[in-house]
T-cell receptor, first 110, second 112 residues
Framework: GESVGLHLPTLSVQEGDNSIINCAYS??????FIWYKQESGKGPQFIID?????DKRQGQRVTVLLNKTVKHLSLQIAATQPGDSAVYFC?????????FGAGTTVTVRA | EAQVTQNPRYLITVTGKKLTVTCSQN?????MSWYRQDPGLGLRQIYY???????DKGDVPEGYKVSRKEKRNFPLILESPSPNQTSLYFC???????????FGEGSWLTVV
């Protein structure tokens, strides 16, 4: 079946460095892609989204890139901070149905 | 403050004892949904609702029921819980067509 998946389950990054979290998807009909951040003991929080007709979108310290040719989505976090330590999920929306990947745990080293 | 509120946050119950996890949102959102989160599997959608009296199955609906009698409430019902329903459950809501989905804080459910 079609699914959304992340390439790596864990990522360790030095404080101040840039982080790149990757996600592969297989449903080419999806309308939206969203990145969520989940801190321990909390529900997922919206970070940034991108429509399927875009290839890049920037927010505050975050950039999402969408490559529809290879069905790849990435989240770039600039100048990673300790507060960025969390599990990051990519998700796709297709006809109001939200499908999540398994998540990447990001650990920021001081 | 915009909120999605779930109760209970933590529950240990026994196999076969019916339970209900409540979910309420104060944002007048039409769309509400339930997810379960399991290690290595991410979040999987159980049921969703586009509006009052409109509900649909998600990816993993077996063993669950929902109802949407009022716009603000979307309870998740486990008629006869089993140990494989031990999980972390999240309720979420949004406007129909909106891409900002608000999640509750989660409900840890253990079935023994």
């Amino acid at each position: 079946g079609e699914s959304v998946g992340l390439h790596l389950p864990t990522l360790s990054v030095q404080e101040g460095d840039n982080s790149i979290i990757n996600c592969a998807y297989s449903n080419s009909a999806s309308d939206y892609f969203i990145w969520y951040k989940q801190e321990s003991g909390k529900g997922p929080q919206f970070i940034i989204d991108i429509r399927s007709n875009m290839d890049k979108r920037q927010g505050q310290r975050v950039t999402v890139l969408l490559n529809k040719t290879v069905k790849h989505l990435s989240l770039q976090i600039a100048a990673t901070q300790p507060g960025d330590s969390a599990v990051y999920f990519c998700a796709e929306i297709n006809d109001y149905k939200l499908s999540f990947g398994a998540g990447t745990t990001v650990t920021v080293r001081a | 403050e915009a909120q999605v509120t779930q109760n209970p946050r933590y529950l240990i119950t026994v196999t076969g004892k019916k339970l209900t996890v409540t979910c309420s949102q104060n944002m007048n959102h039409e769309y509400m949904s339930w997810y379960r989160q399991d290690p290595g599997l991410g979040l999987r959608q159980i049921y969703y609702s586009m509006n009052v009296e409109v509900t649909d199955k998600g990816d993993v609906p077996e063993g669950y029921k929902v109802s949407r009698k009022e716009k603000r409430n979307f309870p998740l019902i486990l008629e006869s819980p089993s140990p494989n329903q031990t999980s972390l459950y999240f309720c979420a809501s949004s406007l129909v067509g909106g891409n900002t989905i608000y999640f509750g804080e989660g409900s840890w459910l253990t079935v023994v």
